[in-house]
């Protein structure tokens, strides 16, 4: 645990760690096996697939950044997930919540479908349809907050309270935001984890994950996991996200100030029914957020007017945003969730959780804020003619 400032930590991350050479940025160490000393006598590290210097670097960083004790880098974000999925038995309940990421949604209910564990996906703002399902003394509850792709919030400290009341251990998925801008371990949850694909990463070039602990015992157990089942993350992919870990309080000062602008802009837009983003006034998770986030992030959602056709126009006449998966990299882009990101929820799942045809969810980018406006201007004017 450490007492820097969040920005300190992430620039300096693995600096002036290289004892060897003094090389200044952290070595990427690709050797896949490292020699004993002799006769039963290994060094720190063995075996690539157990442990790396320049993956444990990494996962040390996030763990500071998260205040965690153990950091455990995984080959993308969801094997992060499944990495927390080996602490169930067939007799556990997961709680999972309705709107989340739909590739999570369709890990849990697929292998709840086999009879690994059971699932109960439930509205976590339902204070109702919670207590219900916390009745059934799970095992886990899964959190996303802000959720994919509608960007609801959930009371995290209240959420891990009651559920540690039924002796649940809590995760929380904090890619929307980063460990900058939410520090779930610090709200009492047990489990925080990433899709460092996006934000930390930042770069749309890494596809990886990570998972953090609060507590020493049970991070160790997950690193014997992670090891088991071979899900841990590459050295390259750990040196990739190390390094654009380094830009992420630069980075996200910018997402957000241009996500601020186009929120207002597009909530004043006549096109739109509706804009999802916490930083609004008027959403309903305007005051959770502003009480367990940092900011506001840069991901949101709307509705436009004219349904789908209008979506397939707007797509159409974009020509900075990218239409593509994915977010929180440099580049801004767009997505429509129902065919894309939540194609993984079938179709009564998606309209349950608000996920209609006219959605569309955007990641700001960093590039000129005039230019991210000018470029939505036209296609917008197109979709409603
Ligand atoms: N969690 C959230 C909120 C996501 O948006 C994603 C991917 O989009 C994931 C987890 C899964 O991450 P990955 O694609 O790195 O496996």
Not at 99 to 124: E, M, P
Not at 274 to 302: N, T, W
């Amino acid at each position: 645990m450490t007492s820097k400032k969040p920005a300190t930590l992430a620039v300096r991350a693995g600096i002036n760690s290289d004892k060897h050479h003094g090389g200044v940025v952290p070595a990427i160490h690709l050797s896949s096996t490292y020699a004993l000393k002799g006769f039963n006598d290994k060094r720190q590290f063995d075996y690539s697939r157990t442990g790396n210097p320049t993956r444990s670097t990494f996962g040390q960083a996030i763990a500071d950044l998260e205040h965690g004790a153990v950091g455990i880098v995984t080959s993308t974000g969801m094997s992060a997930v499944h990495l927390i999925c080996q602490l169930l038995t067939t007799q556990d309940t997961v709680i999972i919540p309705h709107d989340c990421y739909g590739g999570s949604y369709r890990l849990f209910t697929h292998l709840a479908k086999r009879g690994q564990f059971n699932v109960i996906v439930v509205d976590q703002n339902d204070e109702e349809a919670l207590a219900q399902a916390l009745a059934k003394k799970p095992r886990l509850v899964l959190v996303e907050s802000p959720s994919n792709p509608l960007l609801r919030l959930v009371d995290i400290e209240k959420v891990t309270q009651a559920s540690h009341n039924v002796g649940a251990l809590v995760a929380v998925d904090n890619t929307f935001l980063s460990p900058l801008l939410q520090q779930p371990l610090l709200l009492g949850a047990d489990i925080v984890f990433h899709s460092t694909t996006k934000y930390i990463n930042g770069h749309s070039d890494v596809v990886g994950g990570v998972l953090v602990t609060k507590d020493q015992e049970l991070g160790v157990e997950l690193a014997w996991w992670a090891n088991c089942i071979g899900i841990t993350g590459s050295p390259f992919d750990s040196y990739l996200a190390l390094r654009g870990l380094k830009t992420l309080p630069i980075r996200m000062k910018q997402h957000q100030e241009n996500a601020n602008v186009v929120a207002k802009y597009l909530k004043n837009h006549s096109a739109i029914n509706a804009v999802y983003f916490p930083g609004l006034k008027d959403h309903p998770g305007h005051e959770i957020a502003k009480r367990q986030q940092k900011d506001f992030g840069a991901m949101m959602s709307f509705e436009i007017k004219g349904g789908v056709e209008a979506v397939k126009v707007l797509f159409d006449k974009l020509a900075l945003f990218t239409l593509a998966q994915s977010l929180g990299g440099v580049e801004s882009l767009i997505s429509h969730p129902s065919t894309m990101t939540h194609a993984g929820m079938e179709i009564e799942a998606q309209i349950a959780a608000g996920i209609t045809q006219s959605l569309v969810r955007i990641s700001v980018g960093i590039e000129d804020i005039t230019d991210i406006i000018s470029d939505l201007e036209q296609a917008l004017l197109a979709s409603q003619i």
